[in-house]
């Protein structure tokens, strides 16, 4: 659950996607679910020459099992909010 609401803090922050297929998608965090699925706006394709199918595509949804990275807004993650949080799930699972 930790990650789980740590994404929630993100929507509406742009994030990259990598795919277990190797396909790089970068959009707007629209929103996530418990199983991390993941829903983007404005998309655009980082590599467009190798999926030049994607190109006319402004939204989607991606299943959380084959994503394979996220990439994060260096200024939007709360790194002491994100250790604070792990030291709390951590402590009250022993």
Known sequence: M???SFFKTLVGKPV???LKNDLQIRGT???VDQFLNIKLDDI??????KYPHMMSV???FIRGSVV????LPGPA???ALLQDAARREA???R
């Open 91 to 93: 402590q009250s699972t």
């Open 2 to 4: 930790l990650f789980y």
């Open 44 to 49: 655009s394709v980082i590599d467009q020459t």
């Open 58 to 60: 402004k939204n989607c």
């Open 29 to 31: 965090l629209v929103s």
């Open 68 to 71: 394979r990275y996220v990439s």
């Open 77 to 79: 993650v709360d790194t």
């Open 16 to 18: 990259t996607v990598e």
